[in-house]
């Protein structure tokens, strides 16, 4: 005869929610990250040769 069991089974808890949770964190240290990338280009110098104009007048 089988013994009856005195505590219900176990089941088993899906993945889905820790592996969305670990994709959010991801994805806000990788925004927080970007965020703190230096993205400016540095201003060049133009220059133009202005001494023409000025003999031409």
Do not use: Y
Not at 19 to 30: E, N, Q, S, T, V
């Amino acid at each position: 005869m089988r013994r009856p069991m005195l505590s219900p089974t176990r089941r088993r808890r899906s993945p889905l929610p820790m592996i969305l949770l670990a994709l959010l964190a991801l994805l806000i240290g990788f925004l927080l990250w970007m965020s703190t990338v230096d993205t400016e280009v540095p201003t060049s110098r133009i220059e133009q040769d202005v001494t023409n104009e000025a003999l031409a007048k």
